[in-house]
């Protein structure tokens, strides 16, 4: 059973500073991993997909590496902003499944 | 504007009641998916449906149904609602399954059963 963990389960930061948020699972053995975003009361918002044969993908000031050997995701939000305050989730796929690890809760304070 | 509804937004129901959450999807996706979201524990699978027709048991299905008589509508039934399904519900959907496929997420219904 794929178990996903994320660490910490929150983050406060000053605006302008970089945020790395990391991603562990159990099982190298996926179709590719995926991060997402919540705000509160609301539902996901995707941001990055990295299929399994993938070791990093970019959108905008977002960057997503992954490193299946070590079972690990890092995802970097380069000059952070107060709007960029959300949980962010990550999800690892395997065939139709999709395992969650509980999220970071990101606070960027102005 | 393309997406996933959710019906209802919330609902506060009696335990023994039954329920129906509506899922509507129009990017006609081939699979759809329930989540459940619990504070401490991230989103868990409930049921899903690789096309219409077939559905199949995720990581959580006691207590749960669904059907899938076409492509667009995936509705989830609580027979006889526990306060323990208390939960946030999510609705998914993707293209299929393969390693490329994103899943998209409806906005979700909170429901609380007394």
């Known amino acids: 059973k794929q178990e996903v963990t994320q660490i910490p389960a929150a983050l406060s930061v000053p605006e302008g500073e970089n945020l790395v948020l990391n991603c562990s699972f159990t099982d190298s053995a996926i179709y590719n991993l995926q991060w997402f975003r919540q705000d509160p009361g609301k539902g996901l918002t995707s941001l990055l997909l990295i299929q399994s044969s993938q070791r990093e993908q970019t959108s905008g000031r977002l960057n997503a590496s992954l490193d299946k050997s070590s079972g690990r995701s890092t995802l970097y939000i380069a000059a952070s902003q107060p709007g960029d305050s959300a949980t962010y989730l990550c999800a690892s796929q395997d065939d139709y499944k999709l395992s969650f690890g509980a999220g970071t809760t990101v606070t960027v304070r102005a | 504007i393309a997406g996933i509804t959710q019906a209802p937004t919330s609902q506060i129901l009696a335990a023994g009641r039954r329920m129906t959450l509506r899922c509507t999807q129009d990017m006609r996706h081939n699979a759809m998916y329930w989540y459940r979201q619990d504070l401490g524990l991230g989103l868990r699978l409930i049921h899903y449906s690789n096309t219409a027709g077939t559905t199949g048991k995720g990581e959580v299905p006691d207590g749960y149904s669904v059907s899938r008589a076409n492509t667009d509508d995936f509705p989830l039934t609580l027979a006889s609602a526990v306060p323990s399904q208390t939960s946030v519900y999510f609705c998914?959907?993707?293209?299929?399954?393969?390693?490329?496929?994103?899943?998209?997420f409806g906005p979700g219904t909170r429901l609380t059963v007394l």
């Open positions: 998914a959907s993707s293209e299929g399954t393969s390693v490329d496929n994103e899943q998209f």
